[in-house]
């Protein structure tokens, strides 16, 4: 085989992976493990509001003193969601169009409730992002309070003070758990990995993770809306 050959038959390859079912499915694997492991990070990260004033602040100009690494982070995660997102909808729009006619009766058969509110999740805490982006990284929605550029933890206690704003992230996180819960062990099958005796283990290890991940991100608006962090 020539070097031209081999050049476009590598070029012919990529877009039939995009194409392909399984493609998608891989690709949804990869971009989930990356945002999977951002939300591990940034979980770890905001806990630290616990430790007072003095960590959580230190923690925020350690991301900022960073620079280029972090807008490549920004970049990963951006490319991550967005090819995330596409695979998930046209998946979504192929399994409908190959069933064009719907069940006269829908039974949820072998399907769970996160594997069932996948779809309409992703998008939901997409739009939770952008807003909480725009809440406590910009500053431009920032309600009950003024934005403190480099001061985390009054930006973080303040906002999550209104108690909207900490019901809006509780329920978007939740559905986010939700998410995840279907996603960490679906990945496994995205990649093959699918086996009678080892799925169970998988769905519970993902359902552990998911909670403590969940529970995790809500303590913070509750204890702010308690008063146990002022």
Same mark, same amino acid.
């Given at each position: 085989?020539?070097?031209?050959?081999?050049?476009?038959?590598?070029?012919?390859?990529?877009?039939?992976?995009?194409?392909?079912?399984?493609?998608?499915?891989?690709?949804?694997?990869?971009?989930?493990?990356?945002?999977?492991? %951002? &939300?591990?990070?940034?979980?770890?990260?905001?806990?630290?509001?616990?430790?007072?004033?003095?960590?959580?602040?230190?923690?925020?100009?350690?991301?900022?003193?960073?620079?280029?690494?972090?807008?490549?982070? !920004?970049?990963?995660?951006?490319?991550?969601?967005?090819?995330?997102?596409?695979?998930?909808?046209?998946?979504?729009?192929?399994?409908?169009?190959? !069933?064009?006619?719907?069940?006269? !009766?829908?039974?949820?058969?072998?399907?769970?409730?996160? #594997? !069932?509110?996948?779809?309409?999740?992703?998008?939901?805490?997409?739009?939770?992002?952008?807003?909480?982006?725009?809440?406590?990284?910009?500053?431009? *929605?920032?309600?009950? #309070?003024? %934005?403190?550029?480099?001061?985390?933890?009054?930006?973080?206690?303040?906002?999550?003070?209104?108690?909207?704003?900490?019901?809006?992230?509780?329920?978007?996180?939740?559905?986010?758990?939700?998410?995840?819960?279907?996603?960490?062990?679906?990945?496994?099958?995205? *990649?093959?990995?699918?086996?009678?005796?080892?799925?169970?283990?998988?769905?519970?290890?993902?359902?552990? *993770?998911?909670?403590?991940?969940?529970?995790?991100? &809500? #303590?913070?608006? *509750?204890?702010?809306?308690?008063?146990?962090?002022?």
């Amino acid at each position: 085989m020539s070097a031209s050959t081999a050049v476009t038959a590598d070029q012919n390859r990529a877009p039939g992976f995009w194409q392909s079912t399984n493609g998608k499915k891989a690709v949804m694997a990869v971009t989930g493990a990356i945002m999977f492991l %951002f &939300i591990i990070g940034h979980v770890a990260g905001n806990l630290q509001i616990f430790e007072g004033p003095d960590k959580l602040n230190a923690y925020g100009h350690f991301l900022h003193s960073i620079g280029e690494i972090l807008w490549v982070v !920004r970049v990963v995660l951006i490319a991550s969601v967005i090819l995330h997102i596409t695979a998930t909808v046209q998946l979504a729009l192929r399994n409908k169009a190959a !069933r064009p006619v719907g069940y006269s !009766r829908k039974q949820a058969i072998n399907s769970s409730y996160a #594997s !069932r509110t996948m779809y309409w999740s992703g998008p939901i805490v997409l739009v939770f992002i952008i807003f909480h982006l725009l809440q406590f990284t910009a500053g431009y *929605i920032h309600p009950g #309070s003024q %934005f403190i550029e480099g001061d985390v933890y009054h930006n973080v206690v303040a906002g999550f003070q209104v108690w909207w704003v900490s019901v809006w992230y509780i329920f978007a996180v939740s559905l986010l758990g939700l998410h995840l819960r279907h996603g960490i062990w679906s990945a496994f099958q995205s *990649i093959g990995y699918n086996h009678p005796r080892h799925t169970p283990l998988l769905k519970k290890a993902a359902l552990i *993770i998911a909670l403590l991940i969940t529970l995790g991100y &809500i #303590s913070i608006p *509750i204890s702010v809306l308690l008063g146990l962090v002022k």
